[in-house]
């Protein structure tokens, strides 16, 4: 089986404009370029070209999803809204999501990747994959964008793919540096759907992410949050792995693995406060291959989020390309060696407290 890759050109084109990292410039804030910019992205997808990769992948195409499809997840006004803003001049989704002419037809397109990429797993017509999307979506909330997301790309391509395909259990995975508020939202209530996350402690959203958002209804004991101390680095995440996520996968049994994929938990990103290099993306993604393979067929997928070092994100992303398709290419990242010797890395006594208590929360998945 092959691995399916999702990029479109126009990812690239949605513009985020002119900012110092997500200020808008004014008389005392020098202008510059928004943190969530073209780069990155355009970056992972170069390496992935030079060194061989792209072209042993299973290309999938980006269809744009509905206005229906969105309404999945989003109230149709916050949608109407976007759109009209989007034929003219572009505006602001909420706090910190500007965008241009245009961006409604890209977001529409990013979802549709996603859902594109989810569908081929779920057919079998490949085994695994991932979006390359722009712009990212676990910040958007049902009826507002926020963290530069307009749509909530996972979201929409779970419940549109459900209503084709009809599984019963899904869980996501996120290991944004941030908490994945608008994908626990969309599924508070729903205990089809097992929402992760793992992220920094208030980092962003400062007002979600706890522990306590366990879920509501017949959602309750459904959503895992994993608030780490800033710091966290390779060993911290091995374990949170190794003491939540894998044991949370097994007893909830999912018919699909989704992983909302941001690389800002890095050690060079400008916006995270954490320790992650490319090897310990390489060894998450090899464990939920584990999983998926003991538990639903290898059904697994990612839909990139953020990450917003230029120069480092190609790497993590290329490792977990490497990983996913199991073809490993001539290029070593030469950052490694480098974050592997900061110290810190392995895992400390007050993470690993910060990680007994999330461990708590296992005991709500049946
Ligand atoms: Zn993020």
Known sequence: ???????????????????????????????GEHAENAATKRRFRNLMEVSGLTEKL?????????EDDLALFHDRDYVSRIKALSDGRGGDASYLTPFGHGSYEIACLAAGGTAAVMDAVLSGDVGNGYALVRPPGHHAERAQ?????????????????????????????????????GTQSAFYGDSSVLT??????????????????RGEGRGEGYNINVPLPAGCGHGAYMSVFERIVLPALYRYQPDLIVVPS????????????????????????????????????????????????????????LAVMEQLSGIRTDIDDPFLPVFEGYAGQPLQPHQADAIDRAEELLGGIE
């Open 1 to 31: 089986m092959t691995t399916g890759w999702n990029f479109h050109e126009l990812y690239l084109w949605h513009e985020t404009g002119n900012a110092a990292q997500f200020f808008q410039p004014s008389l005392t804030i020098e202008p």
């Open 58 to 66: 299973s290309k999938i195409a980006s269809v744009a999803v509905s």
């Open 145 to 181: 964008g926020m963290g530069f997301c307009l749509f909530g790309n996972v979201p929409v391509a779970i419940l549109k793919n459900r209503a084709k395909h009809g599984f019963e259990r899904v869980a996501t995975v996120d290991w944004d540096v941030h908490h994945g508020n």
């Open 196 to 213: 992760i996350s793992i992220h920094q402690d208030g980092l962003y959203p400062h007002d979600s992410g706890f522990h306590k958002e």
């Open 262 to 317: 941001g690389f800002d938990a890095s050690a060079a990103d400008p916006l995270g406060r954490m320790m992650l290099h490319s090897g310990s993306y390489r060894e998450m993604t090899r464990m939920l291959m584990q999983v998926a393979d003991d538990l639903c067929g290898g059904r697994l997928m990612m839909s990139h989020e953020g990450g917003y070092s230029a120069a480092y994100v190609p790497y993590c992303g």
